[in-house]
């Protein structure tokens, strides 16, 4: 089991250049979140899927887009980079919650963005 | 909005000296969670508390979750440099296990 992984790992990109993240997780979880992490502020929530063909909206999304086709990948886009988006990306999964019960989620080892 | 802060933000511990973080919420949680970031590394979950009042130990570290459910701390008994990291609260938000994370407290322990 690989758990939840990430391409790339680093990516150095310019201003108004576009990308695409590419998270897949092996674990059969329906859930799964986009966070960004800067220094100081802990992990933000980008996007979140709740299940293949779903999408939503977390607390930072402006800037991003995301698609989730297949259950397994959960993609993160960035049409037109800003050095505001230079940041540490996770990835995260977690299985769907029953009756009130929170569960781990499981990160993958990110991707470090430089927007210049 | 709701919020969740920890403290304090760093701290460095010489080895064998205790450590301890705080977190607490703005509002009441059903559960918090706990994590760990190694330097250079990906957040590994640690525990959930879920009862009021709880204590949960785990070799040297040892989790309480508070009486009214708003706030929780880590200590971790004579530390040791494979405890350094950032250390991550995080509690329930807006359902679909979506977590609300606190800023984190950085350990640095030196031999």
């Known amino acids: 089991n690989a758990g939840v992984t990430q391409t790339p790992k680093f990516r150095v990109l310019k201003t108004g250049q576009s990308m695409t993240l590419l998270c897949a997780q092996d674990?059969?979880?329906?859930?799964m979140y986009w966070y960004r992490q800067d220094p100081g502020m802990g992990l933000r929530l980008i996007h979140y899927?709740?299940?293949?063909?779903?999408?939503a909206k977390g607390e930072v999304p402006d800037g991003y887009n995301v698609s989730r086709l297949k259950k397994q990948n959960f993609l993160l886009g960035l049409e037109s980079a800003a050095p505001s988006q230079t940041s540490v990306y996770f990835c995260?999964?977690?299985?769907?919650?029953?009756?009130?019960?929170?569960?781990?989620?499981?990160f993958g080892p990110g991707t470090r963005l430089t927007v210049t | 909005g709701q919020q969740v802060m920890q403290i304090p933000q760093y701290q460095h511990v010489q080895e064998g000296e205790d450590f301890t973080t705080y977190c607490n919420s703005s509002t009441t949680l059903s559960n918090i969670q706990w994590y760990k970031q190694r330097p250079g590394g990906h957040p590994v979950f640690l525990i959930q508390l879920v009862k009021s009042g709880e204590v949960k130990k785990q070799k040297r570290l040892t989790f309480q979750f508070g009486e009214a459910k708003k706030n929780s701390s880590l200590h971790i008994t004579a530390t040791q440099t494979t405890d350094v990291g950032t250390y991550f609260c995080a509690g329930p938000t807006g359902g679909y296990n979506k977590l609300i994370f606190g800023a984190g407290t950085r350990l640095a322990v030196h031999p």
């Open positions: 995260a999964s977690s299985y769907s919650t029953r009756w009130g019960a929170n569960y781990e989620q499981y």
């Open positions: 674990m059969n979880h329906e859930y």
């Open positions: 899927s709740v299940g293949e063909g779903t999408t």
